[in-house]
């Protein structure tokens, strides 16, 4: 699925990246705790996330993951969004809980990574 | 790479808002080596909870790593208040960060058990009211 898709299912507001909209993400993840997302994560390209701090940032960076979707309507601001641009990834916003941000994008097929249980 | 390539970074305590600039100029630095992506995500992970670490617990610190093609070394230097318990601390879930930590996204008690899974080696060395230093070492191709 291509970032311009997930945009699209959560009737999502680009904030910066639009560059790179058209690349390919394969899987994602939703968490507000950075440090699970740092334990549990494997090759996911998309964070949903309620949590609006540079750290949120900087974990997708660590993690290489291509997009932040900030869910609830979360306003990142300046230095969050500059950061992300240094890191050459994609913020979004939508208004969708996170519940329903996540079950729209696995119901479309984006789905989690295999060892995500452990 | 035929020599040992070390860089330093002082790690600002009071600034949350910086913790992981180092973790991030070192991703950029090993990825302009040609390590590979997983070995490169590895090391980030783990230099970036310590850092992480060292700014909640600590009151900053040094950060210096070492990149030899045999091995990656991090250690971690904190003046804080020292680790009352290693063991205790290496457990999953077991937390001394305060409320607010939480509310960042961190303080969830993964940090030093992240640390260790992402690493081949780490070596934690603590006293109370001197501080802490944390040794990491990653196996190149390993």
Redesign the interface.
């Known amino acids: 699925m291509k970032i311009q898709e997930v945009v699209r299912i959560l009737n999502g507001e680009v904030l910066c990246g639009e560059e790179r909209l058209e690349s390919d993400v394969h899987s994602a993840c939703g968490s507000?705790?950075?440090?699970?997302v740092?334990?549990y994560v494997k090759d996911q390209s998309v964070l949903l996330t309620g949590?609006c701090?540079?750290?949120?940032v900087?974990?997708a960076?660590?993690?290489?993951m291509r997009c932040i979707v900030f869910v609830r309507g979360k306003e990142p601001d300046e230095?969050i969004i500059e950061l992300a641009k240094e890191?050459g990834i994609v913020l979004v916003k939508t208004r969708l809980r996170m519940y329903s941000a996540c079950g729209r994008l696995y119901s479309a097929g984006l789905g989690e990574n295999s060892e995500e249980h452990v | 790479m035929s020599e040992t390539v070390k860089l330093h970074y002082d790690v600002d305590g009071d600034n949350f808002t910086a913790a992981g600039e180092a973790s991030s100029e070192v991703k950029r630095a090993l990825k302009q080596m040609g390590f590979p992506s997983e070995l490169v995500r590895r090391v980030t992970i783990a230099m970036y909870e310590g850092e992480i670490n060292m700014v909640i617990h600590g009151g900053g610190g040094e950060a210096d790593v070492e990149i030899s093609s045999e091995e990656i070394r991090i250690v971690l230097t904190d003046h804080g208040p020292g680790i009352p318990n290693v063991e205790l601390a290496m457990q999953e879930g077991y937390s001394t960060a305060p409320d607010n930590v939480r509310s960042l996204g961190f303080g969830a008690g993964m940090g030093l058990p992240n640390m260790k899974r992402y690493t081949d080696s780490i070596a934690i060395d603590t006293e109370l009211g001197v501080g802490t230093t944390v040794t990491m070492t990653i196996k190149v191709g390993g």
Do not use: H, V, Y
Not at chain 1, 53 to 56: E, F, V, W, Y
Not at chain 1, 61 to 64: A, Y
């Open positions: 507000d705790m950075m440090s699970d740092l334990a949590l701090n540079p750290q949120t900087r974990t960076e660590m993690m290489d230095t890191a």
